[in-house]
């Protein structure tokens, strides 16, 4: 099967994984899932994503503490978040540590067709890291 | 028999008689008595002189009786009575004087029947040496029907003195003493029964009776212009009855000095006049400048000295000063007990007084412990018609009455706050299942939102999807549902039913309807120990759901901001209880906290009232169990609730 862009997904209700899983897979994504943040931050390390949509709040790992981890790490991967009600203090706080995109359920843009396009947005961003290893590719071509 | 039985003291005996004779001249009762009986005791104890030892100890009852030392005045009769029932030849009226007289003073001491009984024995000498009709036997039977006036039997009194004061009329022409004493004593009863027109008629007779043959000026006048003071004020004719105590009390002044015993009653009533004046400041004046002579002269003793001290009790009550009306009953009560004893009526009256100002204090066990002392005395002492014996009643009635209104106004209060603390439960409540509810409806939105954008794209397949996809909002809408019942049926729940509860089961349903998403949230860390053996309690569920809501609010308050945020929930089983331990990770209760803990209204939080202890530990009595406090290992509170183990049922045995 071919896709454009791989996703994946972590939250702690598998009934929102399946319905996004779904959505994206019919729109040219590779997704993956994961129901914890640290089942999660696994997949991250060993596979290579576009994008990261993660629910803040969580059993186990937060979603505050997956982000504050791709720092750390350098993980190449553009993230956003899914927050329930009430949870803005949380979700400026991930904007803050490097998130990208906020997306609040139960607001009105929290269709599926907005996540999506929003998520491709993401997608199509070349991340810093990414760009760095484009510049080598050229010069490589230039010298070549 | 005394100028030619010359004894070896004879000269110290003629001096102790004129110093007893002096001292009863000047009205000072007690030395007279002390006097006399120093003469009985220096006659010497052979049968010759046992007569006048018996005459000496009869006079010295008198002076006792005086002055106002009634124990001793019947010790002193008693024994005189003895000696002369035991002399080969008995002096039968002489006996049935002191007989008599011993019945006044028993009646003083308040005690009436030994009274009668006394009164009796004269009475029965009297008829049948005397005849019916002699004044002395006429006597005792006014004496009788004055018993029967103290024992507030006054029909029985009024009776008898009507009869009496038939053969009297007959006898004298309705013109001596003994009439008038009749007259007086009908007076007084009528009076006591509240009917001052005859009472006014009877006590103006006797006074007339009494000025025609005594003069104006004499004792017994001022008694009978006494009484008639007293009447007039009863009817509101406030001038002339202060006009004729006045009088009642210089003629008594006059003739037995400033400082007589029987002065003092009349005091109390010019003070008591005064005092239903609203004149309180002169009554009290008048009463403490003049009624403490007596008090002095009679070393605080004398029975209206204790009078005295109740009616400033009652002034200072009026004038609610009641720290001061407590004194002064206390005072007479001291006096009165001693010289009167703890049955007599009057004491009876004066614990009722005491209980008024700590019923009026707010002192309901005080109250209590009055009313029902007093009651005990009267009820014992006094007929059930008696007008004591009739306000003490209505006061226990009053008590009564208040400590029940005061237990439906706590419980009220208590119902009423319980209510307002569980619509703040209802709050927090809902801000909680705010979180729950979310996620279904999230899950739904992005179901049907999703749908919607392949249906745009052109990648919806009804065949295969749709299905699937209204099965999935069927599953969210019922989790949805379940929910709300849930919560409904805690707002709404029935207190009062009592089913069998598995506790963790119990805990582990409000837990995940409220608490899940918060604590998740505010990343506090659960740990749940239940018990394998099922705790099982027979209770009201919604009661101890409760008491888990508030103590689990309480324990993520307590975490919320700390670096480690535990929460441990326990639940155990023991031989005849179960129960739950809620754990935190926070600071924990101070020491000076801790004596008010379960207190409302002493919250640390700043929202809610303060009342979420107070109602676990009301709660935890209600279902027969307890709350305790304790320093959790986690290093902050612990709560170690207690429950009643299910009893297994042998109702079919």
Known sequence: MSYKYKLLVIDDEQAVLTEIKQYFEKRDFLVETALTGEEGLEKLRQQMFEVVLIDLVMPGISGIEVIRAINDESISVSSAIITGHGDKDEAIAALQLGAEYWFQKGTEEAGMPNLYSQIIKLAQLIPEEKLGDFMDILNQKDVA | MKANNLHKNQRLYNKVIKKAKNKEKKGFYKGAALAYIDASRLIPQTQEYLEEKAFHLAKAGCNFDESGDYNHAKKAYKESLHIMENLPSKNLLLISNTLNNLGVVLGNLG????????????????????????????????????????????????????????????????????????????????????????????????????????????????????????????????????????????????????????????????????????????????????????????????????????????LYKAKNELKKSEEYYQQALKIQKN??????????????????????????????????????????????????????????????????????????????????????????????????????????????????????????????????????????????????????????????????????????????????????????????QFSKAPPLTHSNEFAIQEMLISLLSNAREAVKDKPIKKIVIQTWQQKDSVGFNIEDSGSGISKEQLPQLFTPFLSSKSEGMGLGLYFCREIAKDLGGTIEYYSANLGGAGFKITLPIEQETNDEL
């Open chain 2, 111 to 314: 005690d009436y029947d030994e009274s009668d009984k006394y009164y009796n024995q004269a009475l029965m000498i009297r008829e049948k040496l005397l005849g019916t009709k002699h004044p002395d036997t006429l006597q005792t039977l006014n004496n009788l029907s004055v018993t029967d006036y103290y024992k507030g039997n006054y029909d029985k009194s009024i009776s008898s003195a009507l009869s009496v004061l038939k053969e009297q009329q007959k006898k004298f022409n309705g013109d001596s003493l003994e009439t008038s004493l009749t007259l007086y004593n009908l007076g007084n009863t009528y009076f006591a029964l509240g009917q001052y027109k005859t009472a006014l008629e009877y006590t103006e007779n006797s006074l007339l009776i009494r000025k025609r043959l005594l003069g104006p000026k004499d004792v017994l006048v001022s008694e009978s212009l006494s009484i008639k003071g007293n009447i007039l004020f009863a009817i509101g004719n406030i001038n002339l009855a202060i006009e004729c105590q006045k009088e009642a009390l210089a003629i008594k002044e006059n003739l037995l000095g400033h400082d007589h015993p029987s002065l003092v009653s009349y005091l109390n009533t010019l003070g008591g006049i005064y005092q239903s004046q609203n004149k309180l400041e002169e009554s009290i004046t008048f009463l403490s400048a003049r009624s403490f002579d007596f008090k002095n002269n009679f070393n605080n003793e004398h029975p209206h000295a204790a009078v005295s001290l109740m009616n400033l009790g009652t």
């Open chain 2, 339 to 528: 010289k009167l004893g703890s049955d007599h009526p009057y004491t009876g009256m004066l614990l009722n007084n005491l209980g008024e100002l700590a019923f009026i204090k707010g002192n309901n066990n005080d109250a209590e412990q009055y009313f029902a002392s007093a009651r005990k005395i009267l009820s014992k002492s006094l007929q059930p018609s008696h007008p004591y014996n009739k306000e003490i009643e209505k006061n226990y009635e009053n008590l009564q009455n208040k400590v029940a209104h005061l237990e439906r106004e706590k419980l009220e209060k208590r119902a009423a706050l319980h209510k307002s603390e569980r619509l703040v439960y209802l709050g927090q409540m809902a801000t909680m299942m705010a979180h729950n509810i979310n996620n279904p409806i999230g899950i739904i939105r992005m179901i049907a939102s999703g749908a919607l954008g392949d249906l745009n794209d052109n990648l919806f397949n009804p065949e295969t999807e749709l299905k699937p996809l209204l099965e999935k909002i069927v599953l969210q809408t019922e989790r949805l549902s379940v929910m709300m019942s849930n919560f409904r049926k805690f707002s709404r729940g029935d207190r009062k039913q009592l089913v069998s509860i598995n506790l963790n089961d119990l805990i582990e349903d409000i837990y995940q309807l409220l608490f899940v998403a918060p604590y998740q949230i505010d990343h506090i860390i659960t740990i749940k």
